[in-house]
């Protein structure tokens, strides 16, 4: 695993960096823009529970101020509008076009944020692999933040957990969001222990399945990442011992003890992995008893990154994440730390999901404030992901017609409207913050839509001869590994790309130069045509043709050939971003993930508050760079 093979030489240039540092107090800044992202926030849900007054702080800063809907991206994800957001630049410029994008060669999909690359070569000696040179982590994205500009207009910029600025950008004080990995490279694995045998492992799972001896000790392991110094890649492991007390359950991690009651989180456990040599490789997990004795399940966070001792840089300075450890305590540092897979696959309940969003929403404001009250940058921007991550698990409590509505309880139908209630709290201790110079902004990458059916688009292109199975299948599983592409002109990858297999240009692509354009077109008008046999509503609301809203990206292979904006209520299904065709063509989403955003952006715009009358139109988040630039004096 490529990651692996950095953590050695990593851990030893962050451990010098984080000795180095400490120099005198830096001046105050004089002027400040403050620019506070709530992720997912609607135009439409915070208009409602500010006409009800329940979000007095931002009705005041509306009133003071200004406020509007606010175009996102196309499409509307996080991580490109995120990017829109930070190089004023869309899609085609700045590379961010999917969470997913694909390798041409193979069609296998890969995460589009950012990329390993292993070191180059290997020393083979003794059954050891010694790498030769330092490997390299990518920020896919491309172009210049606004920050940096800032930075080198002389200005100061303190960034915060915004997504897709992994690695982080070598500015006065940044904490990478989305992006970061965990230790095992993966954007999020967790370990589920559990005594029966219903649970499978998927791509964000392990499920171990252990048994309890006759007093009900479990002896088991936690994995970490492969000892990057052997040559036949061998987990490190930490062993785990989990034994029964009369309510609840001892669980040993490593040298940890931990005692837990059903339901209830452990503190941060630190666990340490011997890597062959000198260096030794620390994360930091935390631990739910899902169930308890006589048949435990037993919930393991994936394993983060410590901030105290980071494997891999995630802050600038690199020192930086471990300084704030110091003061405000171990935090998540994992790019998407809140657990919607866990909470999807019903893992863990609904009360315990909201409990961990509580305790990062407690580090993130700690952080935020933290650097707020050290007052020493001009250009301060942190967003935080919780108000997306509670809109995708809970919409079904606001939506009546959500699948999975009847079986949400009560007390968890507003965990939406609770989340904005934070969010304004946070507003409020923020603006509280602020000197009088200060200007503030208030945005969101997109808003949210209902998730009621999962759209299995590969199996449209099968039904419609675009996509051809291999002979005698009528199914296929992810990474198209049933796909006869000698025969297949146009395939679907990721949350709203579609792509036509192009000779030249795809590993075995069939359609020539010249036809690309009237396929397009023949797909376009098929699609917008569709309608859902069981309702009759139609299911795509506009196709985009990737060439028009990515002025210039005909050289570029990464460009999706069309976009697809699906109407509320429809979305992807996982299926579809990952390659694979079902038997189904459309399915009631039947998950806990009921929100969504990833369909037609004129349905989905995000909020934008400030605190002055903009002096600009400003139609897009794309446009925040450049009314945030023209407020730094
Ligand atoms: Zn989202």
């Given at each position: 695993m490529p990651l692996a093979r950095l953590l050695g030489a990593a851990a030893l240039i962050c451990a010098v960096f984080a000795l180095a540092g400490c120099g005198a107090e830096p001046a105050p800044a004089e002027q400040r823009v403050v620019i506070l992202g709530f992720d997912g926030m609607d135009p439409v849900l915070a208009q409602r529970w500010m006409d009800e007054g329940k979000l007095p702080n931002f009705s005041r800063l509306a009133e003071s101020g200004h406020f509007q809907p606010l175009g996102t991206s196309n499409p509307p994800q996080s991580p490109v509008a995120w990017s829109d957001f930070a190089t004023g630049e869309h899609a085609g410029s700045?590379?961010?076009?999917?969470?997913l994008r694909r390798d041409?060669?193979?069609?296998g999909p890969q995460f589009s944020i950012s990329e390993n690359i292993p070191p180059e070569s290997h020393l083979d000696l003794f059954g050891l692999s010694i790498p030769l040179g330092e490997g390299q982590v990518l920020n896919r994205r491309q172009g210049v933040a606004f920050w940096t500009e800032a930075e080198q207009q002389g200005k100061r910029a303190s960034v915060l957990?915004?997504?897709?600025?992994y690695p982080p950008d070598e500015i006065h004080r940044m904490l990478s969001g989305m992006g970061v990995p965990d230790l095992l490279g993966t954007q999020g694995t967790y370990t589920f222990y559990t005594t029966t045998r219903l649970e499978k492992s998927g791509s964000s799972t392990r499920v171990v399945r252990v048994r309890p001896d006759r007093d009900g000790t479990i002896e088991s392991v936690l994995e970490g990442p492969?000892?990057?110094?052997?040559?036949?890649p061998e987990p490190m492991r930490v062993p785990l011992v989990i034994s029964p007390l009369e309510t609840g359950a001892r669980v040993s991690l490593g040298d940890v003890e931990t005692e837990l009651q059903p339901g209830q989180w452990s503190d941060w456990v630190r666990v340490t992995f011997d890597v062959t040599g000198p260096v030794n490789v620390t994360g930091t997990v935390r631990m739910l008893l899902v169930q308890d004795y006589p048949r435990p399940r037993l919930y393991v966070s994936p394993i983060q990154?410590?901030?105290?001792?980071?494997?891999?840089?995630?802050?600038?300075?690199?020192?930086y994440a471990a300084e704030l450890a110091e003061r405000i305590g171990l935090y998540h540092t994992?790019?998407?730390?809140?657990e919607t897979w866990s909470l999807n696959e019903e893992h863990i309940s609904d009360a315990a999901w909201l409990e961990m969003l509580k305790t990062i929403l407690a580090e993130r404001e700690a952080m935020w404030y933290d650097t707020l009250d050290r007052n020493d940058s001009e250009v301060v921007v942190g967003v935080f992901v919780q108000t997306d991550r509670v809109s995708h698990m809970f919409y079904r409590g606001l939506?009546?017609?959500?699948?999975?509505f009847d079986d949400t309880l009560p007390e968890h139908r507003d965990a939406i409207e609770w989340i904005y209630t934070e969010a304004d709290r946070i507003l409020g201790e923020t603006m509280e913050r602020l000197g009088p110079e200060d200007e503030l902004l208030v945005i969101s990458d997109h808003g949210f839509a209902p998730f009621r059916k999962a759209v299995h688009l590969n199996r449209w292109l099968v039904d419609n001869d675009y996509l051809v199975l291999d002979e005698g299948r009528e199914e296929s599983d992810v990474v198209?590994?049933?796909?006869d592409w000698s025969r297949s002109r146009a395939y679907a990858l990721g949350l709203n790309g579609l792509f036509i297999n192009r000779a030249g240009r795809e590993g075995q692509g069939i359609v020539a130069v010249g036809e690309v354009e009237t396929l397009k077109h023949e797909i376009m008008s098929a699609l917008e045509a569709w309608?859902?046999?069981?309702?009759?509503?139609?299911?795509?609301r506009t196709v985009f043709d990737g060439l028009d809203i990515?002025?210039?990206?005909?050289?570029?292979?990464?460009?999706?050939d069309l976009v697809i904006g699906y109407h509320s209520g429809y979305r992807a299904s996982w299926q579809t971003t990952l390659g694979a065709v079902p038997a189904a063509l459309i399915e009631p989403n039947?998950?806990?993930?009921?929100?969504?955003?990833?369909?037609?952006?004129h349905l989905v715009p995000g909020v934008l508050f400030t605190s002055f009358k903009p002096d600009r139109e400003v139609l897009?988040?794309?446009?925040i760079w450049t009314l945030a630039e023209g407020r730094v004096h």
């Open positions: 700045h590379g961010i076009f999917d969470f041409p060669e193979t069609y957990r915004v997504p897709v600025t492969p000892d990057p110094l052997r040559t036949e990154i410590d901030p105290m001792s980071p494997a891999v840089p995630i802050s600038s300075p690199p020192g994992i790019g998407m730390p809140e939506d009546p017609e959500h699948p999975r198209f590994s049933a796909v309608n859902d046999a069981e309702t009759g509503d139609p299911v795509v990515y002025p210039g990206g005909e050289d570029n292979a990464e460009t999706p039947a998950q806990k993930w009921s929100g969504d955003h990833c369909i037609d952006p897009s988040i794309k446009d």
